[in-house]
């Protein structure tokens, strides 16, 4: 039996759920331990659930990923780090990665999280917190953070190592074509450079973690692995080589659905959406779903998107509104029994599939972009364990 959404709310309702992301937590551990699994046999799984777990909802997403066998968590502000502790999360090992200031840095040691560090500046400033755990930066060749000296991060070390108080809590870089398999040697230019500078900075801190690898590099190169590897979109189940993500045993953990809120017949000549962006060549049904780019549904999509309903993919018509998408059904009068079914924008429905790779690689983006940018308004509902 095809599912339906409901019009309207049922008796005490306070609203309808116009649209909805539904994260199967069981896929993120079997990601979890699947990466596990191909790390070596002595590295640590970090989970990345910066940006509210990739669109995920980051604090099931990370209890996911431990119970598939990750051993520490990482974000990117000292107030993600906040949310996990305020969670639940006490004794995970967690690291943020970004850039701090002073205040963040001490809310951050104040939930006792690692930070990173390419400046004597930042070590000063645990210092006058009172110390904490830090992560020494090589840019390698990202050119973001961290210092393009090996030698300054081998001083940063050891003066690191005189400060009261300040421990090298591990050494790390950033790869910045991990996920690109003709880039020119340039990774494993990186990877060269890491590894010196990573023996030399434990040869001064032999407990401290030499981490480079995100889950391009960890299914890429197993000389990446080093202690620790950080791994984001693979635990979503996201192809982090923007491919298929089956190919890698990995499986989707997010389904976005919406539902048809209307289907009303277009004549011939007829327009729909804004700007007259679609005019309707015979006599066709146009379909309603309610959510739009203010849902994470991209106006980049307009005219090119697809959505699944009844088991087939129907169109993406027109121009896509803030929170409204038209789809072409048919001419087949039949079409008006689809009238609040079950609308599939990324995941399965029967036989067919759209997978958010399916959707980067239409606005000429990445994955990651696909899930981040599903909105606030959009709950997050969750299945599996």
Known sequence: MRRRWREEPPSGAASV????????????????????ERLCASALLCAVVKAE??????????????????????????????????????????????????EEIALALSCSADIVAWR????????RAGGGRVHLKLDSGMGRLGSRDPEEVVALARRALELPGVQVAGVMTHFATADEMSDEGYFEQQLAAF???????????????????????????RSAHFDMARCGIAIYGMDPFGADAAAQGLRPALTLRTYVAEVKLLRA????????????????????????????FRRGLSGRGEVLIGGRRSPQVG???????????????????LLGSEAVIIGAQGQERISAEEVAEKLQTINYEVTCAIGARVPRRYVGS
Request: a neutral charge.
């Open 120 to 127: 004597e500046q930042t070590l000063q400033t645990l210092v």
């Open 269 to 296: 000549g007829e327009y729909a959406t804004y700007g007259r962006r679609y005019r309707a060549q015979t006599d066709t049904y146009i379909g309603v779903l309610p959510i739009g780019y203010a849902d994470g």
């Open 195 to 221: 590894r010196d500078v990573a023996s030399r900075v434990k040869a001064l801190a032999p407990q401290a973690l030499a981490h480079a690898a995100n889950s391009a590099a960890l299914l890429r190169e």
């Open 319 to 337: 121009t896509v509104s803030m929170d409204n998408i038209t789809v072409a059904l048919g001419s087949d009068p039949s079409c008006l029994q």
């Open 17 to 36: 759920e116009r649209a909805a992301a539904e994260v199967d937590l069981g896929a993120i551990a079997h990601n979890a331990a699947l990466l596990r």
């Open 53 to 102: 777990g990739y669109g995920h909802g980051a604090l099931p997403a990370a209890r996911a990923a431990l119970a598939g066998g990750a051993r520490w968590l990482a974000v990117a502000t000292a107030q993600e780090a906040a949310q996990l502790r305020a969670g639940g999360l006490r004794e995970v090992p967690i690291l943020v990665m970004g850039a701090l200031c002073e």
